[in-house]
């Protein structure tokens, strides 16, 4: 069989407006014209669910980000309010008892924190 692919392709130059027709060997005869495995309907198809699922893919992708992001947000915007929650705490400890282990703790942590801050 030496007929070859006749579905016009187009290759997304601005010259090419009437494209060319493929010219790979044909496998099959569709709808009166023989086309190559990457044409025919099933070709298309494979192509198209392959295309697809690599779009979902990213499309995942960018809504795990999104969610990140947003809870990186809420943990940046609740931040400073933990940081003012800690101080009173060690300062309501300042009134209580000087040497307490929970105290020392409550100051590393607020040291960390305004560092970050």
């Given at each position: ?9 187009y ?42 699922a ?12 999104s ?51």
């Amino acid at each position: 069989m030496s007929e070859r692919c006749q579905y016009r392709v187009y290759s997304g130059r601005r010259d090419d407006m009437r494209g060319h027709l493929c010219g790979k060997p044909a496998k099959a005869y569709e709808g009166g014209v023989w086309l190559c495995s990457l044409h025919t309907a099933e070709g298309i198809a494979k192509r198209n669910a392959a295309l697809n699922a690599k779009h979902e893919s990213r499309m995942q992708a960018l809504r795990e980000q999104s969610k990140r992001s947003e809870l990186r947000e809420k943990r940046a915007a609740i931040f400073g309010e933990l940081v003012d929650a800690l101080r009173s705490m060690v300062l309501d400890m300042d009134h209580k008892c000087e040497t307490s282990p929970s105290k020392r703790r409550a100051e590393e942590l607020l040291e960390k924190a305004e560092a970050i801050a």
